[in-house]
């Protein structure tokens, strides 16, 4: 089964509003990770926290970590149409000597104009 | 210049029948990956290589065998294509050993359809 589940699963909001997104993960985790995906692209790495950080920021994105709650979230602030797309979570557990990385159900954000 | 290419973009092809799908990745990254995204966005791992080496290996039929002829390239062959193989297979790659975290650089996709 998936590692990382998220919330909502759709998200719908008017242009200028914040958006959250959360992620809920199962077992002990070395650093997560968030990822954009534009309908019919690839992956784009957003940004990665470390499992010993509590907060992140870059640009309009803040990222918190609770490792006690096993959960993170995503806020994009002053969201555009541009940000319309998916969103995962990806955890890496170090499992496997290689930090393989498990990605989450995503989170369909639209942006509208 | 495309940091991770695949080709072909979209491959649409008869049950039973064999493909490949190319993979490159110019950033000198030392680790490559398969995955494979479903029809509901669940993107699941399938493979890694790291310097040609075979490094993970997830439930996967045996029907599916990447190759790694070196570091920049990992292709995968899929034998006896079924219905359920219709899917979105993502490349990445990423340098762990340098520098310790895995962050994964994905090319565009190819779209598989089995008819």
């Known amino acids: 089964s998936q590692q990382g589940e998220e919330d909502p699963q759709a998200l719908s909001i008017q242009e200028g509003e914040n958006a959250t997104m959360n992620c809920s993960y199962k077992t002990s985790i070395n650093n997560l990770q968030w990822y954009r995906q534009n309908s019919g692209r690839g992956l784009v790495h957003l940004i990665l926290i470390r499992s010993n950080e509590r907060e992140k920021h870059s640009g309009r994105l803040r990222v918190t970590l609770d490792t006690s709650k096993k959960s993170s979230s995503l806020l994009i602030t002053a969201s555009r149409a541009a940000d319309t797309a998916s969103y995962f979570c990806?955890?890496?557990?170090?499992?496997?000597?290689?930090?393989?990385?498990?990605f989450g159900t995503g989170t369909k954000l639209q942006v509208i104009p | 210049d495309t940091a991770v290419s695949q080709t072909p973009k979209y491959l649409v092809t008869q049950m039973g029948n064999d493909k490949s799908i190319k993979c490159e990745q110019n950033l000198g990254h030392d680790t490559m990956y398969w995955y494979k995204q479903d029809s509901k966005k669940f993107l699941k791992i399938m493979f890694s290589?790291?310097?040609?080496?075979?490094?993970i290996n997830e439930t996967v039929p045996n029907r599916f065998s990447p190759k790694s002829p070196d570091k920049a390239h990992l292709n995968l062959h899929i034998n006896s294509l079924e219905l359920g193989d219709s899917a979105v297979y993502f490349c990445?790659?990423?340098?762990?050993?340098?520098?310790?975290?895995?962050?994964?650089?994905f090319g565009p996709g190819t779209r598989l359809t089995v008819l």
């Open positions: 290589y790291n310097n040609k080496e075979l490094i």
């Open positions: 990806a955890t890496d557990d170090g499992s496997g000597g290689y930090q393989k990385v498990t």
């Open positions: 990445a790659s990423s340098q762990v050993l340098r520098t310790g975290y895995n962050e994964q650089f």
